[in-house]
Nanobody, 124 residues
């Protein structure tokens, strides 16, 4: 599986961005549980959001609950992260990743494929 994340950019605080993660190389549906992570300079990569194979179950990190929404379109092999009410502390490289339904969605070690990351910068 190859994952390509895009859609990042520079936005003012309070603004919105939608990230996309396009998957290729194998069937995307039932075997692929998808997550978004982010990594700010000097910090460890942290969990942002997760979605199960059919989009029926989603999970979010506390700092983004109520502001971010993860969705997927299996027909397009794509996962999205809608980010609203952005804050300067959301500034980071954002990564999408794929895993099977084993291990915890919260930890990077549970994911076996990673995209290249897309930079999100929120100015105050």
């Amino acid at each position: 599986v190859q994952l390509q994340a895009f859609g990042g950019g520079l936005v003012q605080a309070g603004g919105s961005l939608r990230l996309s993660c396009a998957a290729s190389g194998r069937p995307f549906g039932m075997s692929s549980f998808m997550g978004w992570f982010r990594q700010a300079p000097g910090k460890e990569r942290e969990f942002v959001a997760h979605i199960n194979w059919n989009g029926g179950i989603t999970e979010y990190a506390d700092p983004v609950k109520g502001r971010f929404t993860i969705t997927r379109d299996n027909a397009k092999n794509t996962v999205y992260l809608q980010m609203n009410s952005l804050k300067p502390e959301d500034t980071a490289v954002h990564y999408c990743a794929a895993r099977t339904n084993s291990g915890s969605y919260f930890y990077t070690k549970s994911y076996y494929y990673w995209g290249q990351g897309t930079q999100v910068t929120v100015s105050s």
